[in-house]
């Protein structure tokens, strides 16, 4: 037992470094109390740390990351509401200073090999301290799952993130709450900091009514080919994200991607061996990546975990109509590249051979086994059928799926398009692992080491190379990435070409050279969408043949991976009416990918015409590289070019013709049937958008019940019925006699006339539309009619 003095003194130091944290607002002042807080640490064991954990850590959480200005909250005690980080916050300020010295003492003191680390690394081991993090900032389906107690018992079950630390509340009874230690308490503000900023600034932008138009400057720098940022100015990029620094360097630390069998050696044993040691490395890294993918990939998902499993526990979320149409936090464009790009360097290490990359295997890319926290949990397998490509390319697959796909087809119409952007240079990459290399990491390695002039001096060791056979593995397991995405990116380009056509077109553009960069590449993506579609294997050569063990993983990924995704009634996608539940990328039919391509190019061609200035040549420059690439990959000719004229000019005239096009394929306008409903294009900005839809349902419904969805019959109407009337005189006497034929003859009449009226809009191709009264001038004058007649019979009940 510690003496009663050692005690006293480190309650009061914790005491006075609390107060210490909330007075520090300056550089100066952080970086005496990041000293002071190191020299604490160092002077006390980890049984005397106790109080620094239980006092001064909470509120040095609290200034860290901004979440208040903390001097209302006493020391011990973390808000529970959920407030948005400020700009007054350590890792914003170290951000934005010019002071690298600044900036380098408080990664310093947050680094995974610091004094912190260790110490919390030190309580962990002797489970001295344990907190309830707060469920409003846990990601959005788990505090669905945690309103309900039943669904509070299975999502450890479910969710291995949260195993073990779902908690009933020991003071309100049957509430449930999660308990995590020091290191897991940490990790999870840090998982949320990103995410509470990105809100906060996407309810800034709302506040705007249009935002700026987005440039090709602002997104084409984060995508390989475009960039035009030498590499002091990446450095310095780097250098100015503290949190991006941060977190290269926990995954750095705490995620193995060279050696990440040797943390599991009885993995794949029947004995039941405990897994200390290098074990607990392994659970720390499956924690961080769980982790991350909830909080960042899944969080508002209203499909969080495979479909199978769900039901395999009985487990049905009601989510949908609640989080409904919610697109995916939007700023976290930058902190899941690097993530999904990181984790990548595992299927790059299992594809291309550990001896490919020796010379680059520093010990800082593998990690210790000297962090205890627990017993490890079961590895996601493969899918079956599909042959394992990396370490944790499994885990990521189906969220990050989903979070494309979601920020695509969720993106409000009339928005700036820089989210959506980031979030495709994230698929991009993805897409393109044979172009990753560990010298794309160099420029942080040297600034999380310090090393910078030195590694500078260095020369590239490694070349980025490009498709090869050795990738086959890779493609197919996920296969949804290079074909079903880019059907649902196609009716993006379409829906958002008029917001910036410039930028739209080179980012199908980039999309359609990464598909043809290679022969064997494409040969592969058709050929598997043939053995898709067939019934049989009919081809003689044994290679295709080989594939369709494939075919029943690709098509539970696409029943999975798109449970509940598809263009909505009122988006304005193309896509609506023919939801991609097949593969129609290389379809020949009117929604197939070339035939949608073949009309995005005519409508794009039109665009950049009508408002391109001075740049018209680059513009149409790249249109004849999007036919060629087209021409390409289906294997023929595009649509022929329109004759362009720099005297003809006319933007107006051009933005009336865009869906007009002469010719599509081999079939002419007059032969094609259009698709779309004009009732259900996108939602504007003088509309309720939530009466909108309701009405839409509405008129839907009617216009089926009164079947004036089909042509009315030429033959409707030639021929009349009769009705028989039965001999014998029929006399019609007294009252209700006389009220009962006045109501027949009425409800004859009035059928008669809707009758006729629902069989002459059938002939003039009418239909139910309440969709007019969605908007916000009619609402309003409905609403000030009856708060007028409101107050008009208030005023005469009291006068």
């Given at each position: 037992m510690l003496p009663h003095s050692y005690t006293v003194d480190s309650l009061s130091r914790s005491q006075d470094l609390a107060s210490a944290i909330l007075a520090s607002t300056t550089s100066s002042q952080i970086s005496a109390t990041c000293a002071s807080i190191d020299s604490f640490l160092r002077s006390h064991t980890p049984d005397q740390c106790r109080h620094f954990f239980s006092i001064t850590f909470p509120t040095l959480i609290c200034k860290l990351f901004g979440f208040d200005d903390a001097t209302s909250l006493p020391p011990t005690q973390l808000p529970q509401k959920p407030q948005q980080p400020q700009s007054n916050g350590w890792i914003e300020i170290a951000s934005q200073s010019s002071d690298p010295d600044f900036s380098g003492k408080v990664f310093s003191l947050l680094s995974p090999n610091g004094t912190l680390m260790n110490s919390i690394s030190a309580v962990d081991r002797h489970t001295l301290v344990k907190y309830v993090f707060p469920i409003e900032r846990l990601p959005e389906w788990v505090r669905f799952m945690l309103s309900n107690e039943k669904d509070c018992r299975v999502l450890a079950d479910l969710c291995p993130l949260f195993k073990g630390k779902v908690k009933e509340d020991s003071i309100k009874g049957s509430l449930c709450q999660v308990q995590l230690n020091v290191f897991e308490y940490y990790m999870f503000w840090f998982a949320y900091y990103p995410v509470c900023k990105g809100n906060n600034e996407n309810l800034d932008s709302n506040s705007v009514k249009r935002s700026k138009r987005f440039t090709l400057e602002n997104w084409t720098h984060s995508i390989r080919g475009f960039s035009g940022l030498n590499k002091r100015e990446a450095e310095q990029k780097f250098e100015g994200n503290l949190y991006i620094r941060l977190l290269y360097a926990y995954l750095r630390a705490f995620v193995p991607i060279f050696d990440l069998g040797a943390h599991q050696p009885y993995r794949s044993s029947i004995l039941n061996y405990s897994l200390k040691g290098d074990g607990s490395v392994i659970f720390r890294a499956e924690f961080l990546v769980n982790l991350f993918v909830h909080y960042w990939l899944v969080d508002n998902d209203f499909s969080p975990l495979p479909v199978k499993a769900c039901k395999s526990y009985g487990v049905s979320f009601p989510f949908r109509s609640v989080l409904g149409e919610t697109p995916p936090t939007s700023g976290l464009g930058e902190v899941v590249k690097l993530f999904v790009k990181y984790l990548t360097l595992s299927s790059v290490i299992s594809t291309d051979g550990f001896d490919n990359v020796e010379h680059s295997g520093s010990p800082s890319w593998r990690v210790s086994a000297g962090f205890d926290s627990g017993k490890s949990m079961d590895v996601v397998s493969v899918s079956p059928g599909v042959c394992s490509v990396g370490s944790w390319n499994s885990w990521i697959q189906r969220p990050l799926y989903r979070f494309i796909l979601r920020t695509f087809l969720f993106c409000p119409v009339g928005t700036s398009i820089k989210n959506a952007s980031q979030v495709f240079s994230v698929w991009v990459s993805y897409m393109e692992p044979w172009t990753i290399t560990l010298d794309d990491f160099a420029e942080l390695d040297a600034i999380v080491n310090g090393s910078n002039k030195d590694v500078r001096k260095q020369e590239?060791?490694?070349?980025?190379?490009?498709?090869?056979?050795?990738?086959?593995?890779?493609?197919?397991?996920?296969?949804?990435?290079?074909?079903?995405?880019?059907?649902?990116?196609?009716?993006?380009?379409?829906?958002?070409?008029?917001?910036?056509?410039?930028?739209?077109?080179?980012?199908?553009?980039?999309?359609?050279?990464?598909?043809?960069?290679?022969?064997?590449?494409?040969?592969?993506?058709?050929?598997?969408?043939?053995?898709?579609?067939?019934?049989?294997?009919?081809?003689?050569?044994?290679?295709?043949?080989?594939?369709?063990?494939?075919?029943?993983?690709?098509?539970?990924?696409?029943?999975?991976?798109?449970?509940?995704?598809?263009?909505?009634?009122?988006?304005?996608?193309?896509?609506?009416?023919?939801?991609?539940?097949?593969?129609?990328?290389?379809?020949?039919g009117d929604d197939g990918g070339q035939q949608i391509l073949q009309l995005f190019i005519l409508r794009a061609e039109a665009e950049l015409q009508g408002i391109s200035g001075d740049n018209l040549t680059e513009c149409l420059k790249l249109i004849d590289s999007l036919k060629e690439k087209v021409g390409y990959l289906f294997g023929g000719s595009t649509v022929k070019p329109i004759p362009i004229s720099p005297e003809l000019r006319q933007p107006q005239h051009l933005r009336d013709e865009i869906f007009k096009p002469k010719r599509v394929g081999n079939r002419t306008l007059a032969n094609m049937g259009y698709k779309g409903d004009w009732m259900k294009r996108p939602i504007s900005d003088d509309e309720v958008a939530w009466l909108a839809k309701m009405l839409i349902w509405l008129s839907s419904w009617l216009n089926e019940s009164l079947g004036l969805n089909r042509a009315e019959d030429s033959d409707a109407g030639s021929e009349w019925s009769y009705v028989d009337v039965p001999s014998g005189e029929a006399n019609v006497t007294g009252t209700r006699e006389t009220v009962k034929t006045l109501v027949c003859l009425i409800g004859s009449w009035l059928l008669t006339v809707g009758t006729t009226t629902v069989r002459l809009m059938r002939k003039h191709n009418l239909r139910v539309n309440l969709r007019v009264l969605a908007s916000k001038k009619v609402v309003m004058v409905l609403l000030l009619s009856f708060v007028f007649s409101v107050l008009k019979k208030a005023f005469r009940l009291l006068y």
């Open positions: 590239s060791q490694s070349q980025a190379s490009g498709y090869s056979s050795l990738w086959q593995g890779y493609v197919l397991s996920n296969y949804l990435y290079y074909s079903s995405l880019v059907m649902h990116f196609i009716g993006f380009a379409h829906k958002f070409l008029h917001s910036d056509p410039e930028v739209i077109v080179q980012m199908l553009l980039k999309v359609l050279s990464l598909l043809t960069s290679s022969k064997e590449l494409v040969d592969l993506l058709k050929n598997v969408d043939a053995v898709f579609h067939s019934k049989q294997a009919l081809s003689s050569k044994s290679k295709v043949n080989s594939l369709y063990r494939y075919v029943p993983s690709i098509r539970e990924q696409l029943q999975d991976w798109e449970d509940g995704l598809c263009e909505s009634d009122a988006d304005g996608s193309f896509l609506h009416e023919n939801w991609n539940k097949d593969l129609r990328l290389f379809s020949d």
